[in-house]
């Protein structure tokens, strides 16, 4: 029998678990689907099967991936969302409860599992060849069948993924080369951290080995069309504070950021030069790209890291983490530079992909111009940002409404030109939909809604797969 879910913020409300798989052929639309889009939009995220042990601390990060289908095609939605079936999901499925500490903590693992079954695939879902891949950044990568969800298993590309693996892979447009990395590659806590380089068809093409300063939780990286860049951040993994009952994974505000440079495709070790900056903070990379000598990073960024308490367990002041299009410049003479790109509050930022690693005008993101908003109550709002006239224009959806990451799919070869899909929920209406947005007209607000048989749980990281 499974337990009743305890009260908590990320277990309640826009996160409260849905629990049920659903197959919906032909969706409710209002509006026009656009002629052109076809193909179909995923979303993961966190369902937990069980509740966490009574002791243990929950988190958002925590939750068992769900994924989400819908399939657009000749002006009409499917919908399919199944979760991934990890090792972790079947013995928990068999066993009736949970098994698993939060993060995998063995403070609380039963004795009868393995901590090397913790996967949640629960933060992105990326097509990539004839597959899709539910992702965590402390497994390889699940592949799933992108048609039916069927849970594949494991894709460790020829043996060259031997462990963690990013949940924020970047495709190369030169060649469709998906560029990788995994952080804590020699274990848990370790410093070490391994680069991947997979072929357009899915073959391993380059491996490589490097160190950070720390053991950084390395969320995400940045790629150019020259370079890879590794940003360590003072979050700090730290299994012996586990064990003794405290984060795993917490802020350490005496240490500074670095920045890791190497060629892409490099050899990692001694041909990475890292180098200090100030204090700062990011989840996600909206873009990178070449300025002369300078590697120019833009960001969703912060002075410190949101969920991640400090050692001693405290959370920190919402008004430090709240995330803003941040660009770090650093200059061909090392020196890291920050500035302010624009003020909104926003979460996930996102671009035209065909643009990855080159120079850009465009960020897509979810935000709130509420200043009072606090982030378990979300994101109401989709914005363009154009940097290069320095403009801003959104549509929100109004008070209560939770809208998740924007996904981009060009409908011509002008950056910026063609729709962006979001999964919204209506919480007064308890009702989720998926908006379509014209990406240049976006202040317009959705030339469609593509309402979903039941509402959607909070959740992370969206992409597009178009029809083949």
Request: aromatic content about 10%.
């Amino acid at each position: 029998m499974t337990e009743p879910f305890p009260r908590h913020p990320y277990l309640s409300g826009f996160y409260r678990p849905f629990g049920a798989e659903m197959d919906a052929p032909d969706l409710v639309i209002e509006g026009s689907l656009p002629a052109e889009l076809e193909g179909t939009f995923y979303r993961n995220g966190p369902d937990p099967q069980h509740p966490p042990h009574p002791d243990d601390r929950y988190h958002v990060f925590d939750g068992d991936g769900m994924v989400y289908a819908i399939r657009i095609a000749g002006g009409r939605a499917s919908l399919r969302n199944r979760w991934v079936r990890t090792r972790k999901w079947e013995l928990e499925r068999a066993a009736g409860r949970r098994l698993f500490g939060v993060f995998g903590n063995p403070r609380f693992n039963d004795p009868s599992v393995s901590p090397m079954d913790y996967n949640t695939a629960n933060t992105h879902i990326w097509p990539h060849g004839d597959l899709v891949y539910a992702l965590m950044e402390g497994c390889p990568p699940t592949a799933m069948n992108p048609e039916t969800l069927e849970t594949l298993g494991y894709e460790t590309f020829g043996n060259t993924v031997t462990g963690p693996f990013t949940a924020h892979p970047k495709t190369d447009p030169a060649d469709g080369a998906m560029h990788a990395f995994g952080y804590c590659a020699k274990g848990p806590g370790s410093t070490a951290i391994r680069y991947n380089v997979i072929d357009a068809r899915g073959r391993p093409r380059h491996l490589a080995w490097l160190d950070q300063p720390w053991a950084s939780m390395m969320h995400d990286f940045a790629l150019t069309e020259a370079h890879v860049v590794f940003p360590c951040l003072p979050v700090v993994i730290d299994m012996a504070r586990a064990l003794e009952g405290k984060p795993m994974a917490a802020w350490e505000p005496e240490r500074p950021a670095m920045f890791g440079i190497m060629e892409k495709g490099g050899p990692g070790g001694e041909s990475v030069s890292w180098h200090e900056a100030e204090q700062t903070f990011a989840f996600h990379v909206a873009n990178s790209f070449e300025d002369g000598r300078d590697i120019v990073i833009d960001v969703a960024g912060a002075r410190r890291a949101p969920l991640m308490p400090s050692a001693d367990g405290t959370l920190p002041d919402e008004n430090e983490t709240r995330f803003r299009l941040t660009r770090w410049r650093i200059g061909g003479n090392g020196h890291v530079s920050e500035e302010r790109l624009d003020d909104l509050d926003i979460q996930f930022p996102r671009i035209d992909d065909r643009f990855q690693g080159r120079r850009y005008a465009r960020v897509f993101a979810n935000g709130t111009a509420r200043p009072t908003a606090g982030r378990i109550d979300g994101f109401d709002s989709i914005a363009t940002i154009d940097l290069a006239r320095g403009t801003r224009h959104s549509f929100s959806f109004g008070e209560g409404a939770y809208c998740g990451e924007p996904v981009f799919v060009p409908r011509g070869s002008r950056e910026g030109d063609g729709w962006l899909l979001s999964l919204v929920w209506d919480s007064s209406a308890n009702e989720s939909f998926l908006a379509v947005l014209d990406a240049e007209h976006v202040a317009a607000g959705p030339v469609a809604r593509v309402l979903m048989p039941a509402r959607i749980p909070g959740g992370f990281h969206c992409h597009w797969r178009p029809m083949a």
